[in-house]
């Protein structure tokens, strides 16, 4: 699959400057003062520029929450057992979740994939099953997956989007994800790709309490010595202290840029995943953005490498793709900016250049 994922790379192409320019020209002469709206209008300007429209539209939601369990659980990294993974994706399935409450107010679709979860999950669950094993291998061992498998959950996130895009006609994409002990692989991740100390970059997760705390510290630690993830070899990293969930979200990225569409990562885990796939193809962090500022600490150190400013801050660290979901009206807020907002022209309304 690395030829696969190679093309899927090579056909990822910067948005159009010259749809970002007559973007800015119309919001420049929409009947309000100029600049007014803030970063609702960078955000339209940047919309216009994805879909090459002065009237896009991105009412058509869907948000990816993918799932996948962590050997790193094992170093008692988490305040919950492995078992919540599983759990947690039927109450996903039966509509009974945060996402799903979320997802139903912005009038988005949810759809769960299976990337790892260590359960065998029924077969009467209408789970997406993109299973490239029962949850990774302990990092603090050794790799936490072959690169093979990394990029096998690249390509299967990719196309996941892509033909939910492409054959079903959804216009705005959300990642979201679930698994327990997925912080860990994440803080992993940034650590990599940044010069900032572990104990810097190491959050509370679901809530642990300090003990739980030193012990993922040594746990980001001990898997980046026993690994030593190259950080110019953005899969190396994943493949070494990442997770199949966090691969198939760095995938929906690469494939949403792909199919020029615009793509909200959640909080922590979600943009662990987009700054993967923004490390794979830089121009993939055009179709970018950045739903919410989690409480995780290390998510602000993603957010400079990603130079991608969060659109909401609520405390939140959830997950699931509940950021994704809230954030996902502020962007088809601003596609409505671009298209239906008069100029002063349209209105008939004298500019006085206020």
């Not at 955000?43 to 090459?52: D, E, Q, V």
């Not at 991740?189 to 190491?202: E, F, M, N, R, Y």
């Amino acid at each position: 699959m690395e030829k696969e994922l190679q093309s899927l790379l090579e056909s990822i192409e910067p948005v159009d400057s010259h749809w970002e320019k007559l973007a800015w020209e119309r919001l420049r002469s929409q009947i309000r003062p100029r600049g007014s709206l803030g970063r609702l209008e960078e955000m339209a300007a940047r919309l216009g520029a994805i879909c090459k429209s002065l009237t896009p539209n991105v009412s058509r939601k869907i948000i990816f929450t993918m799932a996948g369990d962590h050997g790193v659980a094992e170093e008692g990294v988490s305040a919950y057992p492995q078992e919540v993974t599983a759990q947690m994706v039927w109450s996903f399935l039966n509509g009974w979740a945060s996402i799903n409450v979320l997802a139903d107010h912005v009038g988005a679709e949810v759809r769960v994939v299976d990337f790892g979860v260590a359960a065998d999950l029924p077969e009467d669950w209408a789970v997406i099953r993109r299973k490239i094993g029962k949850g990774t291998r302990n990092m603090t061992q050794g790799a936490a997956m072959e690169r093979h498998e990394a990029v096998r959950g690249l390509v299967e996130g990719a196309h996941l989007v892509m033909a939910a895009v492409q054959e079903e006609g959804f216009q705005l994409v959300g990642t979201g994800d679930m698994g327990i002990a997925n912080t860990t692989p994440s803080t992993a991740i940034v650590a990599a790709l940044s010069t900032k100390p572990v104990k810097d970059l190491t959050g509370r997760g679901t809530g642990i309490d300090d003990a739980a705390w030193c012990r993922k510290v040594r746990a980001v630690e001990k898997a980046l010595a026993v690994n030593r993830p190259n950080p110019t070899d953005p899969v190396d990293v994943l493949a070494k202290v990442g997770g199949y969930e966090i691969a198939g979200l760095a995938g929906a990225v690469l494939g949403a840029a792909a199919v020029r569409v615009p793509v909200v990562c959640d909080g922590f885990i979600a943009t662990a995943g987009a700054l993967i796939a923004c490390q794979l193809a830089p121009f993939a962090k055009d179709y970018l953005f950045v739903s919410h500022r989690s409480q995780e600490v290390g998510h602000q150190a993603m957010i400079e490498l990603l130079e991608r400013p969060p659109l909401l801050d609520l405390s939140m660290r959830l997950g699931e793709g509940t950021g994704a979901a809230l954030a996902m009206s502020l962007v088809e807020a601003s596609a409505r900016v671009l298209r239906d907002i008069k100029t002063f022209e349209e209105a008939g309304v004298t500019d006085t250049g206020h």
